[in-house]
């Protein structure tokens, strides 16, 4: 069993046997002691480290493997052996002597940032292919002026992929050459060697003249060209952002102060807006904070575009930056809080309902009709389908039409309304007691039953979709009358036949049939040429499979449906 330790290689975590370890360790002193009067030593380590680095994390197959001997040894013979290797032989006395192997190198694309015009890219390019950076610059001259200049895309595109030869290893890579020991030390000591003549050669008198007489090279002049066209365009999104932030915050000042001024003086109308505000944070308070959280957003980017247009505009601040962006953050968290409490008080859905027997004549056809109160028509802020109704002594009450009415067939002889109430609250109990407070009426006078074509609440139970609806359980063989007035109020689960649209129930005597089906007495019946009309024709709806065929021979009929198949055949 064998010990392992955790080592950090120039930022690189790694696992390593303790054999291995002792090895690297000495074999990386010894590249220190055959530096040590070398210019630019640690920089010569610091690659060198980054390097093995770099091999070791091409071996590992997992980010738990540990670095053992074999690994080593084979990191150890790309990189090679330091120049004292021979007077630190006994470091290594327990390894057999080997012949260096030869190491298979290839060429990485990279920018070349040290012989650059503009990015890099042709020089990095000219590496990479073995091709004189000139040739290379001259291509793409000639491209670029018969393509019409799109191929200026690909040379920036090109700018952003490819990255830039930074580090010497990276610098050897791009030529080429193997990233060993001697290979890092060289290109190190060339850097100083370069900067070194650069300082001491520099013709500063004719670089003054240069500066001064203002001239520029080919290459400087297209970028310039470039740069003029970006700067053109980001004044151009400047000034978008200018004018969406301005038009934004304005819309939203406006909308803040119409809300605020409307909730706060409490306009005509306006407590019918409050009634879907069921968390009973006044609505000014919502306007607010909603100015602040979409607001300052866009002020921040009014700002963006004000400086990218003004280059000497001052800042805002720092405190007035995090004064709003706390304001921000504050906003965002109590208008989460009130979303979701405003949906916590619609998440139970609850109801009551009453059965009471209609005392009729089974002989008797039933007359229903819905029935309007004069009263609070006059009293109403608008015609819809939920509105206020404002009472005397502050009496003022929610009113709705949501009333639904459906008309089933009864399992006796007895007929039944059912009256079903139903809202949403917090939860169950607190859905069932808004449910409660809903006031409906209907009046039954001998076979005419009246039902409110509405329902009352109070004001403080807000609006929580509140519904009332309506069955009438009629015995088979009853009829029912539909007055005209219910035909906004029939419920989509109703059953007619015919196909008939559930309004369509509406002014039309019917009987209740089987299969809670209801059936038409009065409507007009199929003249011969609709029959015609409708001959060769294939009905599937949600009743059934309705197929009627009409040929020279006669006619064939197929109906299938919940009562059974229908199969009639006649002749002409």
């Not at 694309?109 to 990479?128: C, E, K, M, P, W």
């Not at 007489?213 to 000034?239: L, M, P, Q, R, V």
């Not at 939860?427 to 329902?455: C, K, M, P, V, W």
């Not at 949600?542 to 065929?549: F, K, L, P």
Request: glycine share 6%.
């Amino acid at each position: 069993m064998n010990k392992t330790i955790n080592i950090n290689l120039a930022g690189t975590f790694f696992h390593i046997d303790e054999d291995a370890y002792n090895k690297l360790q000495r074999y990386l002193n010894a590249i220190r002691r055959s530096f040590t009067d070398s210019q630019g030593r640690d920089e010569i380590i610091a690659d060198i480290e980054a390097r093995i680095s770099e091999l070791f994390t091409e071996k590992m197959e997992n980010d738990r493997q540990v670095i053992g001997m074999k690994q080593l040894d084979e990191v150890i013979a790309v990189m090679g052996q330091p120049e004292d290797y021979l007077v630190d032989d006994e470091i290594f006395e327990d390894e057999p002597k080997k012949e260096k192997p030869r190491t298979r190198t290839y060429k990485q694309l990279f920018r070349d940032t040290d012989n650059q015009y503009i990015s890099g890219v042709s020089s990095g390019l000219g590496h990479y292919l073995g091709i004189d950076a000139v040739w290379i610059r001259i291509l793409w001259i000639i491209l670029t002026f018969f393509s019409g200049g799109s191929l200026i895309l690909i040379y920036i595109l090109l700018w952003v992929l490819i990255p830039a030869a930074q580090t010497t290893a990276e610098k050897l890579e791009m030529r080429g050459k193997p990233v060993n020991i001697s290979n890092i030390e060289k290109k190190v000591k060339e850097g100083f060697d370069d900067v070194t003549d650069k300082v001491k050669n520099a013709d500063y008198e004719g670089m003054g003249k240069k500066a001064k007489s203002g001239a520029t090279s080919f290459f400087e002049a297209i970028g310039n060209i470039i740069a003029f066209f970006f700067k053109i365009i980001i004044k151009f999104i400047g000034i978008i952002l200018i004018i969406v932030a301005a038009a934004t915050l304005i819309g939203l000042f406006v909308g803040f102060f119409s809300v605020g001024i409307a909730d706060i003086v409490h306009f005509p109308g306006w407590d019918l807006a409050d009634m879907a505000n069921v968390t009973g944070v006044p609505l000014w308070v919502v306007s607010m904070l909603a100015f602040f959280a979409i607001g300052i957003p866009f002020f921040f980017l009014l700002i963006l575009g004000l400086k990218i247009l003004v280059d000497n505009l001052k800042s805002i601040g720092r405190t007035a930056k995090y004064s709003l962006l706390g304001l921000w953050l504050l906003s965002i968290i109590s208008l989460i809080v009130i979303g979701a409490k405003e949906a916590a008080e619609h998440a139970f859905e609850g109801s009551i309902s009453e059965k009471k027997e209609l005392y009729i004549s089974p002989a008797d056809t039933l007359k229903v009709a819905m029935a309007a109160n004069e009263a609070y028509e006059d009293r109403l802020f608008r015609n819809s389908n939920v509105n206020i109704v404002y009472g005397d002594n502050g009496n003022d009450k929610l009113y709705s039409e949501e009333v639904y009415l459906n008309i089933r067939r009864s399992n006796d002889s007895v007929a039944y309304i059912k009256i079903e109430k139903e809202s949403h609250g917090n939860s169950y109990a607190n859905a069932r007691a808004h449910a409660s407070d809903i006031e409906f009426n209907y009046t039954l006078l001998g076979n005419q039953l009246a039902l409110d074509e509405f329902f009352l609440t109070d004001l403080d139970a807000k609006f929580r979709d509140q519904n009332v609806f309506i069955t009438l359980y009629l015995p088979e063989g009853a009829v029912v009358d539909l007055d005209d007035s219910t035909y906004d109020y029939i419920s989509s689960r109703i059953r007619l036949d015919q196909d008939f649209y559930r309004r369509s129930a509406a002014g039309k005597l019917w009987k209740i049939g089987e299969g809670n089906r209801l059936i038409c007495l009065n409507c007009p019946e199929k003249s011969s040429d609709t029959d015609e009309d409708e001959s060769n024709k294939l009905i599937i709806n949600e009743d059934g499979v309705d197929i009627n065929v009409k040929s020279n021979d006669g006619k064939f009929k197929v109906k299938i449906d919940e009562d059974g198949v229908e199969v009639k055949t006649n002749e002409q």
